[in-house]
């Protein structure tokens, strides 16, 4: 199946050079490649939101968000340290 599709004259030149260059033999190639490149990164942006996703509903079903206690948290943190300095 034969498309066209107008490039504009910056994406024509930049084929071009790659042809000039000898690294694709066809203009076909270069799009091919082109959009291999594209599809890798769509792929990663939407495992990336899938996991942004999944991250946010983790949040969500963690319950209700809790006051924090500063002196609690650093008694915690101390009890922690001194566990990991005595090797337990």
């Keep these: ?15 071009r050079d790659l042809l000039e260059s ?13 959009l291999r490149v ?3 990164r769509e792929q ?3 495992a990336k939101l899938e996991a942004l996703k999944a991250a946010i509903n983790d949040g969500f079903a963690s319950g209700d968000p809790e006051d924090l206690d500063m002196a609690s948290i650093k008694a915690e943190a101390r009890l922690s340290a001194s566990k990991s300095a005595r090797g337990a």
């Design 22 to 34: 000898g690294r694709y033999a066809s203009a076909s190639e270069v799009v091919r490649d082109g």
């Design 1 to 15: 199946m034969a498309s066209s599709y107008t490039l504009g004259t910056h994406y024509e030149g930049f084929i």
């Design 44 to 46: 990663l942006r939407a």
């Design 38 to 40: 594209l599809e890798e």
